[in-house]
């Protein structure tokens, strides 16, 4: 059983930082992607990052201000989100795709955590 269960949302200011991070089972990296994608009231759901051996994705949105990494070892994701703007500001769901080279619109999402950024 695949679970994926996030961590490190919150409230920041605009231009502030959040680390996100995302603790996988169940699940194996090598066959897929794993990354986050977002959604915010009212709207659809939205491919932020996405990693797999083979690609790395980021929404026009996020490139340069986003950055994905993983770590095999502890089967963890991460998303450092820097220059933070009030229209990032949604549920971000860690999700695993099981083939690589999407946007990790989700085969597999966790509950989600919220990121709040304030004008």
């Known amino acids: 059983e695949v679970q994926l269960v996030e961590s490190g949302g919150g409230l920041v200011h605009s231009g502030g930082s959040l680390r996100l991070s995302c603790a996988a089972s169940?699940?194996?990296?090598?066959?897929?992607?794993l990354g986050w994608f977002r959604q915010a009231p009212g709207k659809g759901r939205e491919g932020v990052a996405c990693?797999?051996?083979?690609?790395?994705y980021y929404a026009d949105s996020v490139k340069g201000r986003f950055t994905i990494s993983i770590d095999n070892a502890k089967n963890m994701v991460y998303l450092q989100m820097n220059s933070l703007k009030p229209e990032d500001t949604a549920v971000y769901h860690c999700?695993?795709?099981?083939?690589?080279?999407?946007?990790?619109?989700?085969?597999?999402w966790g509950q989600g955590t919220q990121v709040t950024v304030s004008s």
């Open positions: 999700a695993a795709d099981l083939a690589p080279g999407g946007s990790c619109l989700g085969d597999y």
């Open positions: 169940g699940f194996t990296f090598d066959d897929g992607a």
């Open positions: 990693i797999s051996p083979i690609h790395t």
